[in-house]
């Protein structure tokens, strides 16, 4: 598989409920980013959590990162229908500066 | 909120015809990409672009695609001679640094159909 995959590919879940979807990737990493995008829309970025970092925190989300596992996780707290969008974590490598994306999680929150 | 802009946001093109998609990124940002994505899927990188010059190609980069910085302001993809599989979204993004703080700020996209 390559950089950055996510897992689940797909998830439905009831307003209020948590999300979590799960992001792994196969070299050293600078830092990994999760984007949200809307259909047929741009990417907007969401987090960014370093190398050296192991937790972080941005209202209703929380990212995690294991780098002795080469994963990273996304926790959406308390969804709302307006999260409803696909999820995807970028990995940038310790080297140079682009930004590797995975496939991509689909979230549906029904109302 | 600076944003960063794209034209066209749709393009229907023949096969083999030449595609320039434009971008204008925010101002003070030094890092310019394009990425592509396929129907929904995977978002795939192109290539990145520093201090006037490509700095990262993928291997979808080949020949057929070009990048300029014509002016202060603009960033273009070219397409030469356009292929059925080319028809894609078409996104490009700028960040101020690279490295452990570059998070991308990207366009609303272009979207290429190759008929």
């Known amino acids: 598989s390559q950089q950055g995959e996510e897992d689940p590919q797909a998830l439905s879940i009831q307003e209020g409920e948590n999300a979590t979807m799960n992001c792994s990737y196969k070299?050293?990493?600078?830092?990994l980013q999760w984007y949200r995008q809307n259909s047929g829309r741009g990417l907007v970025h969401l987090i960014l959590?370093?190398?050296?970092?192991r937790e972080k925190h941005s209202g209703r989300l929380r990212v995690t990162l294991d780098t002795s596992k080469k994963s990273s996780s996304l926790l959406i707290t308390a969804s709302r229908a307006a999260d409803t969008a696909s999820y995807f974590c970028?990995?940038?490598?310790?080297?140079?500066?682009?930004?590797?994306f995975g496939g991509g999680t689909r979230v549906l929150v029904k109302p | 909120e600076p944003e960063v802009t794209q034209t066209p946001s749709h393009q229907v093109t023949q096969m083999g015809q030449e595609v320039i998609l434009r971008c204008v990124p925010i101002?003070?940002?030094?890092?310019f990409y394009w990425y592509r994505q396929i129907l929904g899927q995977k978002v795939e990188f192109l290539v990145s672009?520093?201090?006037?010059?490509?700095?990262?190609k993928s291997e979808i980069f080949d020949d057929q695609f070009s990048v300029e910085r014509p002016d202060g302001s603009n960033f273009t993809l070219k397409i030469r001679s356009t292929k059925l599989e080319d028809s894609a979204m078409y996104f490009c993004?700028?960040?101020?640094?690279?490295?452990?703080?570059?998070?991308?700020?990207f366009g609303e996209g272009s979207r290429l159909t190759v008929l």
């Open positions: 970028a990995s940038r490598k310790a080297a140079g500066n682009k930004l590797t």
């Open positions: 070299t050293s990493i600078n830092n």
């Open positions: 959590i370093r190398s050296n970092e």
């Open positions: 101002s003070n940002h030094l890092y």
């Open positions: 672009f520093y201090n006037n010059e490509i700095s990262e």
């Open positions: 993004a700028s960040s101020v640094a690279g490295g452990n703080t570059g998070e991308l700020f």
